[in-house]
């Protein structure tokens, strides 16, 4: 079997028109959209236009026989894809032949596929004999033996499960364990086993120009081997269209070249909701999926899973879809994306950001907001455990005394940050140089002695010593008055919340998970999550608010 790397225009017929693509297709939704209502439409109305379509259930039964009976091949490609070997029956029979209710049926027909595979196998065999014979009659070289479809099958496999491998041949699958070499019958397999043998069989035997529709094709296959098995599919299958139905986002993602056709709902008689996604350098697919399938606005935040950011602000922002974005340049830059006009065709929701301050200065905090992006009240998220509020509610829930924990606490933060006085200063005004140094620029047709000039007289400007000064002044005050709001808000030190769990008489990570249970406990309508949303930025379009 040949590869095929030259690009082709693969077509899809949609109930609005066609959908083209150099390579396939994904169709992706949530459960209950309708997604596989439309690859049933799909394969019909393919089929009726002549096309050779082969749909592959997500209710599969994966029995294996003992041995298989093997047919003609034409008749075993007639009997998986139209459920009948019988040529006269036609297309326009399928639906009551393999479907029953043409939509998910539970299709038993792993022998169907095994057949054909044999069938397949029979025929390449029979023509490289007539070769041989040939060669021989002509006084020729013999032909090299060529690869079968068995060959591929078991490569393909062999490469996603490579503790083992297995061997087709006398009409039966066989496993071999590669550590011992101890062999035994492919029904002993399991399920993720079973179903790849399954569906690399599907695609292979389908000829040249067929277009495959997969329903679910993560199903009982763990994610490690998943993309494996289907890299290696898609390799051997590029002379075919394959059309993957999933609600699985990191599958749909990891199709980089496939055309995205996100479903969004079923109205009936053959009306879906459904948009053709562009590619965009600027949304990664993944997040692109996770956004369009989302019931609720979207807030983009700083972090990843687990982080503080997901952990938090799900009870403050319960209205949202809280969605991590790793920094504060990829919140800034993904919620722009999103707010753009072509990209907000697509989604009905809101999109915001919210990033913590850091050093920001007030011309960058306004920036960010004009552009959606919201600025957290503290210096970090991490300091949201230090509102007085927050130690108060956790010192009632432990029974202790609020009012002394929260002095204690309060004095400790001020002490800790006047013997760090100096490097925060240090931090701010690099901070702030750094933002002016991002405001230098040039006409595009200076040369370099031009721009020398003037970035000396651009540095000259940054009066580094006033940038200080003021720095200073300012948290030399806060720290004299030991205005502890102030502080959180100027304050960069992430290890301040884990430290104050002595004074709780809890272990360092102790404090936060027991913040988080209070949340749990209450929900995002209790006093907690109450406490910690009036000292965070207000977001437009959440109703419910108790600030």
């Known amino acids: 079997m040949s590869l095929k790397l030259e690009l082709m225009e693969n077509v899809l017929q949609l109930p609005e028109g066609e959908v083209k693509s150099t390579s396939g297709f994904v169709i992706v939704g949530a459960n209950g959209s309708g997604k596989s209502r439309l690859g049933a439409w799909i394969e019909m109305n393919q089929g009726h236009r002549g096309g050779k379509v082969l749909r592959v259930s997500a209710q599969r039964v994966l029995k294996i026989p003992d041995v298989v009976v093997t047919k003609p091949e034409a008749a075993s490609w007639r009997k998986l894809c139209n459920g009948v070997e019988d040529e006269s029956v036609g297309f326009t029979k399928k639906v009551y032949y393999k479907w029953r209710d043409g939509i998910a049926t539970v299709v038993d027909d792993y022998e169907n596929v095994l057949s054909a595979i044999f069938a397949r196998k029979g025929v390449e065999c029979e023509n490289y004999v007539r070769a041989c014979q040939a060669a021989e009659r002509d006084g020729r070289e013999q032909p090299k033996v060529p690869r079968m479809i068995s060959d591929t099958i078991a490569e393909i496999w062999n490469s996603v499960?490579?503790?083992?491998?297995?061997?087709?041949?006398?009409?039966?699958?066989?496993?071999?364990?590669?550590?011992?070499?101890?062999?035994?019958?492919?029904?002993?397999?399991?399920?993720?086993?079973?179903?790849?043998?399954?569906?690399?069989?599907?695609?292979?035997?389908?000829?040249?120009?067929?277009?495959?529709?997969i329903d679910e094709p993560e199903l009982h296959l763990h994610k490690s081997i998943m993309h494996r098995l289907w890299d290696g599919v898609e390799r051997f299958c590029q002379d075919k269209t394959l059309v993957y139905i999933t609600h699985d986002l990191d599958f749909a993602s990891s199709r980089n070249d496939y055309t995205k056709i996100w479903v969004q709902g079923y109205s009936g008689s053959d009306t879906w909701k459904y948009s053709v996604l562009d590619a965009t350098e600027e949304i990664p697919d993944r997040l692109f999926l996770e956004v369009l399938g989302t019931r609720k606005p979207v807030l983009?935040?700083?972090?990843?899973?687990?982080?503080?950011?997901?952990?938090?602000?799900?009870?403050?922002?319960?209205?949202?879809?809280?969605?991590?974005?790793?920094?504060?340049?990829?919140?800034?830059?993904?919620?722009?994306?999103?707010?753009?006009?072509?990209?907000?065709?697509?989604?009905?929701?809101?999109?915001?950001?919210?990033?913590?301050?850091?050093?920001?200065?007030?011309?960058?905090?306004?920036?960010?907001?004009?552009?959606?992006?919201?600025?957290?009240?503290?210096?970090?998220?991490?300091?949201?455990?230090?509102?007085?509020?927050?130690?108060?509610?956790?010192?009632?829930?432990?029974?202790?005394?609020?009012?002394?924990?929260?002095?204690?606490?309060?004095?400790?933060?001020?002490?800790?940050?006047?013997?760090?006085?100096?490097?925060?200063?240090?931090?701010?005004?690099?901070?702030?140089?750094?933002?002016?140094?991002?405001?230098?620029?040039?006409?595009?047709?200076?040369?370099?002695?031009?721009?020398?000039?003037?970035?000396?007289?651009?540095?000259?400007?940054?009066?580094?010593?006033?940038?200080?000064?003021?720095?200073?002044?300012?948290?030399?005050?806060?720290?004299?008055?030991?205005?502890?709001?102030?502080?959180?808000?100027?304050?960069?030190?992430?290890?301040?919340?884990?430290?104050?769990?002595?004074?709780?008489?809890?272990?360092?990570?102790?404090?936060?998970?027991?913040?988080?249970?209070?949340?749990?406990?209450?929900?995002?309508?209790?006093?907690?999550?109450?406490?910690?949303?009036?000292?965070?930025?207000?977001?437009?379009?959440?109703?419910?608010?108790?600030?």
Request: proline share 3%; glycine share 6%.
């Open 161 to 213: 499960f490579s503790h083992r491998r297995i061997e087709l041949a006398d009409n039966t699958v066989k496993v071999v364990n590669t550590s011992n070499a101890v062999g035994y019958h492919a029904k002993e397999m399991s399920d993720g086993e079973r179903v790849a043998i399954y569906l690399i069989g599907q695609c292979l035997v389908a000829p040249p120009g067929s277009i495959i529709i």
């Open 300 to 547: 983009f935040v700083e972090g990843n899973q687990g982080s503080h950011d997901t952990q938090l602000y799900p009870y403050i922002y319960d209205k949202y879809s809280v969605i991590p974005c790793s920094n504060c340049a990829s919140v800034i830059s993904l919620t722009q994306a999103f707010n753009r006009r072509e990209v907000r065709s697509l989604h009905a929701y809101k999109v915001c950001g919210l990033v913590d301050r850091d050093y920001m200065t007030a011309p960058e905090i306004d920036a960010l907001q004009s552009k959606g992006v919201a600025v957290l009240s503290v210096a970090e998220v991490e300091n949201l455990y230090l509102l007085e509020a927050v130690i108060r509610k956790v010192a009632s829930c432990l029974m202790q005394d609020e009012e002394q924990i929260f002095n204690e606490v309060r004095e400790w933060v001020c002490e800790v940050f006047a013997r760090d006085l100096k490097q925060q200063i240090r931090n701010a005004c690099e901070r702030e140089i750094y933002h002016r140094l991002k405001g230098f620029s040039i006409k595009k047709d200076a040369d370099v002695g031009k721009l020398t000039s003037v970035l000396a007289d651009f540095v000259k400007d940054i009066d580094v010593q006033g940038i200080y000064k003021h720095y200073e002044e300012y948290y030399d005050q806060l720290s004299k008055a030991k205005d502890y709001d102030k502080l959180l808000a100027v304050y960069n030190s992430k290890g301040l919340h884990r430290q104050v769990a002595t004074f709780f008489g809890l272990q360092s990570k102790e404090y936060s998970e027991y913040v988080l249970r209070i949340l749990k406990a209450e929900g995002p309508d209790g006093d907690m999550a109450c406490a910690l949303r009036a000292q965070c930025p207000e977001l437009p379009d959440v109703p419910g608010s108790c600030v």
